[in-house]
């Protein structure tokens, strides 16, 4: 096997800021060549912002103006379910579209297809009257953003193949920044502008149709790129057969499941406790807020700690932290809990983190992130559509709450599993 000690130190540095010469390392291909692209740097780097930004903000707006959707359109506990549990859904089935429309359209076209039908989805889910518009429009919004999510990594490496750890860093921080501003922006505009819920979920769409713009002049330069010749390559049939694969994959699900319940239902229960409208989204923006710097921090720790499950046991600790001070005290100290909540959150960055350790080619790590997040995300879907039948019809969320802390537990059990040192190639061979 090939060892690069380069590519390893890149990898690690845009996961945690540290970089790490593994005696085992990932390997990858050497990067696409970029001679035939003429373009600033800045206006690569500023449509990936752009693109980053939509990746979440059109996904978490839903979790601000769900009350007043729920109350206009009297959508039923199963509705609502249905409704926060579509992410997980579409990026579980339809992620997997995204290296195929690529190797198609090229990197960039396939970007301008995405935010183009991501701008129509969100107008049709905010200004085309009744339910069947509002899970339609968000059917299509999320569909196109699964499959900008998969390709978002191949496009940093594609366009900056020297610079991967920096604009992987900005790339992070995006996503986060753009999950708090949806959070805590859209009611205040809204009431700005007369009030109107509708106003308030379409008006990101004007955010994805402004993102269009600067890869309109990336696709005319662009050529069609196949991002499948990665090496290592394994088929999902193969790794089905582990059961450690099977167990990242459930600590992906447990951990999206946790991040869409406080993204999409955490404004309902505050609200539903007594804080207003605009008070209970902004608490959720903070969790973004707060997610977003200690994310920072994970894989360094990571890397550093002799015994890395120690961070598993600490962002458990934080998780039940949050959740056993919003079960007694929900007025009070409330941005102590969801700080608290916050950094928990950042489980996210840890999962990613842990599945480029866990095998030893490119291409095995591509494998199985893509399996890893297919059924993460399936499972977490089902979770919540089942959390929404339950819950969404109750205004004591007592019961919830007392599920978010025992989930946690479970969490850290498979989470310590997961960090465990193991490859998904060792696997295959026992």
């Known amino acids: 096997m090939s060892r690069d000690p380069e590519i390893v130190a890149e990898v690690a540095t845009a996961a945690g800021g540290v970089p790490v010469i593994d005696t085992d390392p990932p390997t990858r291909p050497a990067p696409p060549s970029r001679s035939d692209l003429r373009l600033p740097r800045w ?45 997980a859904f579409c990026f579980g089935f339809l992620g997997a ?23 129509l989805g969100q107008l049709v889910r905010a200004f ?10 968000s059917a299509i919004t999320l569909a196109a953003i699964a499959i900008a999510n998969v390709l978002m990594p191949s496009l940093v490496r594609y366009y900056f193949p020297r610079n991967v750890a920096a604009l992987t860093a900005v790339y992070t921080v995006t996503l986060a920044a753009f999950s708090s501003a949806a959070s805590i922006l859209t009611l205040p505009f809204e009431n700005a502008v007369g009030g109107d819920w509708r106003v308030g979920l379409g008006s990101w769409a004007a955010f994805s149709l402004v993102a269009i713009l600067p890869w309109l002049i990336i696709g005319a330069r662009d050529r069609a790129v196949d991002f499948s010749n990665n090496g290592g390559h394994l088929k999902l049939l193969q790794i089905a057969h582990s059961f450690k ?11 999206a499941f946790q991040a869409y319940i406080i993204f999409g239902w955490m404004p309902t229960i505050l609200h539903d406790e007594g804080h207003g409208l605009v008070a209970a989204a902004a608490y959720v923006g903070l969790v973004s807020l707060v997610s977003m710097g200690a ?16 961070v598993v046991w600490a962002l458990s600790a934080f998780y039940i932290g949050g959740y056993v001070g919003l079960y007694f005290q929900p007025l009070h100290l409330t941005w102590l809990w969801t700080s608290l909540i916050g950094i928990g959150s950042s489980y996210f960055t840890l999962t990613l983190f842990v599945v480029t350790m866990r095998a030893r080619t490119h291409g095995g790590v591509l ?49 310590l599993v997961s960090v465990s040192r193991w490859t998904i190639e060792d696997e295959l061979q026992d």
């Not at 506990?77 to 249905?82: N, P, R, Y």
């Not at 198609?104 to 039908?117: E, Y």
């Open 245 to 255: 694969a099977w167990i990242l994959a459930l600590f992906f699900g447990v951990q």
């Open 128 to 137: 085309v009257p009744g339910r069947p518009a509002l899970f339609t429009g």
């Open 43 to 87: 206006l690569v780097i500023g449509a990936i912002i752009l693109l980053a930004g939509n990746l979440r903000a059109a996904v978490n707006v839903i979790g601000a103006v769900l009350p007043q959707m729920r109350e206009a359109l009297d959508l039923s506990g199963a509705e609502a379910g249905l409704l926060t549990a579509l992410p």
């Open 295 to 310: 994310s920072i921090f994970v894989p360094t720790l990571m890397h550093r700690l002799h015994h890395p499950s120690l």
């Open 367 to 415: 494998s199985l992130s893509g399996f890893m997040q297919g059924a993460g995300y399936v499972l977490a879907g089902a979770g919540l559509l089942l959390f929404g039948i339950v819950h969404g019809n109750s205004k004591v969320w007592d019961a919830a709450i007392i599920v978010l802390v025992v989930l946690t537990v479970f969490q850290t059990v498979i989470g």
């Open 97 to 119: 579209a995204g290296p195929f429309v690529a190797r198609k359209l090229g990197p960039s076209r396939t970007v301008i297809v995405a935010l183009v039908v991501m701008t």
